[in-house]
Structures are given as structure tokens and as C-alpha cells.
């Protein structure tokens, strides 16, 4: 029985510890492509997003085109950003451009530039297709694409983000 305090009111348990809070030191996003494209991928946001790669992961024992293991995954820096492009190893984690996977959860990357018209040139020479044309509000120019995995990306202008916020 909970003791009741001198005013009446019932005196509640101190409440439990709280655990310290987790500390994160960036976010990374994270695309799976269907099995075996991940390497097409990568190539594709090379050519498209001028994206460098950092690093990459091989699976010893899949092989890809030829002798060389499979690509698991492949860190790429686009801008200040880091994209990680993964193949499909299992079911787990669903691939972009399938049912539960980045183009049905309303998943929107957004990439920011000083020339947009040229970033969507390159992105759609790549294999990007643009929806619609690019068009300038309030924000500045932009446009929206979708990559051949599935993944809608918006090119913005960077110089006019601030005014957009």
C-alpha cells in the first residue's frame, strides 16, 4: 500500500534511473538495391551525383561479373553527405523498387547544388528520369528525378536553401 503523505496526497516511488542517452555522431543513408545491381548502382550515382567512393565490402563468397567476390556494400560521398549502397544479401531489409522497399515508403532524397540545370543534365545522361521540368519558387530552382532503382531524388538550389527554411 502506498503511504500517504502528511497533506493527504499519496507519496509515489522515486522513479527508476533513467540510462544515459545515446550519443550519435552522424547519419548515413542507406539504399539496397535488388541483389546483384549493386555495383550498376554505384556506377550510376558516380556518373549522376559526381559521388566519390570511400570504401567498399566484397562477399568472399558470392561472385560478381567474372572472378571478384560480389559488392556487399560501397560507401559513397556525395557533397558533405555519405550514401551507402548495398545489395540485397537477404530478405531482411527490403530492396528499393519492391514492395516495402524506398520507392513505396515515400522515401525522398534531397541533393542541393549551384546549378541545378546541369546536375539534372548529368543525373538524367546517367540514366535519371526527370519528372516534370525544373521549375523556381520561393526556394529557388528545382527539380525532381527518379533514379533507375527506384529513388526519388530533388535537386535544389543551395545558395536559396536558407530562404526556403
Request: aromatic share 4%; charged share 20%.
Amino acid at each position: 500500500m502506498a503511504e500517504v503523505a502528511t497533506n493527504g496526497s499519496k507519496v509515489l516511488a522515486a522513479p527508476a534511473a533513467v540510462p544515459a542517452a545515446a550519443v550519435f555522431t552522424g547519419l548515413k543513408v542507406q539504399v539496397t538495391v535488388p541483389a546483384g545491381r549493386a555495383e550498376e548502382a554505384v556506377a550510376f550515382y558516380k556518373a549522376a551525383f559526381a559521388a566519390e567512393e570511400v570504401s567498399r565490402s566484397t562477399h568472399p563468397k558470392r561472385k560478381g561479373d567474372g572472378e571478384e567476390a560480389a559488392l556487399l556494400c560501397a560507401e559513397l560521398k556525395v557533397g558533405a553527405a555519405t550514401l551507402v549502397v548495398c545489395d540485397q544479401a537477404s530478405d531482411d531489409v527490403p530492396a528499393v523498387g519492391k514492395e516495402g522497399g524506398a520507392a513505396a515508403s515515400g522515401l525522398v532524397l534531397r541533393l542541393e547544388t549551384d546549378d541545378v540545370n546541369t546536375a539534372v543534365a548529368q543525373a538524367a545522361t546517367a540514366g535519371a528520369a526527370l519528372q516534370g521540368e525544373v521549375t523556381e519558387d520561393c526556394c529557388g530552382l528545382g527539380a525532381t528525378l527518379v533514379d533507375p532503382f527506384g529513388i526519388t531524388w530533388v535537386l535544389g538550389s543551395s545558395t536559396s536553401a536558407k530562404k526556403c527554411a
